[in-house]
C-alpha cells in the first residue's frame, strides 16, 4: 500500500503541473498505482486474518506488477533515449527537432485530434505569456523551458524580410506568426518541445519506478512468507505445517475425554 502512494504522486504531479500538457504519460502511472493500492489491501486482509486465498490472488497479481513496472520502466527508456535538443551559438537555451525522437513518440503528436488538446492545454497554461515581453537582450541572456524555445518563438535560423520569411529555411519559419493565439504551436519544434518535457519527466520518475520496483521485491518476499503462514491450520502447533484435518476438536470430544479419565483412575 505504501509503494502505490509515490506511484499515483507522480502520475497525479504530472497530471497538475499545467506547462506539462501531455496525457499519455501520466494515466500508465494512475492505472498501476490503482491496482497496486487495491492489491495491497487484498493481501493486507488476507495477511490479518489467514485468508490463504487472497493472499494467492495477492502474490499473483503482484508478480505481474512487478514485471509490468519494470517492462514499462525498460521501454520508457527506449523510447526516450533520443533527444535533449542542440545548442544555439550564443544562446542559453536548446532548440529542438522532431525527427530526433523515436517514432513512437512522434506518433503521439503528429495526430490532429490529439494535438489539438495538447494544443488547447499549451494556450491555457500561458507558457508563452512571459516571452511575450521579451527584449532581444533577454533572447541572449535567459534560458527557456522546451516548450517556450519550440512553441514561443520561430528557430533562431529563421530570417524575416518585410515581415515574411526569405524562401529556402526550416518549414517552421513559415508557421510563425506573431498572433497570441498562433505563434509557432503548429511549428513540428513546438511538438519536439512537448516531447521533450515527456523525456525529462519520464528519466525524473524513472528514479521513482526502480524504488518501487525494489520495494515491492522486498514486500512480495515477505507476502510469500504470509502465504506460508496462513497454510498452517489455526492452533498452537509450534513445528513445521500441521497437518491435523480439524483444528478444533468436536464438541462430543471433551466428553469422551473426560470418560476416558474416568476409566483410567478406576482401573
Known sequence: MLAS???IGGGLWVAKNSAKCEGFLQMPL?????VVLLVSLMGF????FN???????YLVVVIFLIITILCLTIFGFIVTSKGGGVE???????????????????NKVKGVDEWRSIRACLLGSKACSKVAFWTPLDYLQRDMSPIQSGCCKPPTSCVYGDGTAIAAQDGDCYKWNNAADVLCYECDSCRAGVLEEVRRDFHKLSVLNVIVIVFLVCIYSIGCCAFRNTRLSVSDYPYGENHMSKARPRWDFFWWRWWHDRKARLY
Do not use: H, K, T
Not at 494512475?30 to 490503482?34: A, D, N, T, W
Open 5 to 7: 502512494i509515490p506511484i
Open 30 to 34: 494512475l492505472i498501476v498505482g490503482f
Open 45 to 48: 486482509v488476507g495477511a490479518c
Open 51 to 57: 485468508i490463504a486465498w487472497a493472499l494467492w490472488v
Open 88 to 106: 544555439v551559438p550564443g544562446r542559453l537555451y536548446r532548440e529542438y527537432r522532431l525527427e530526433d525522437y523515436s517514432p513512437w513518440l512522434r
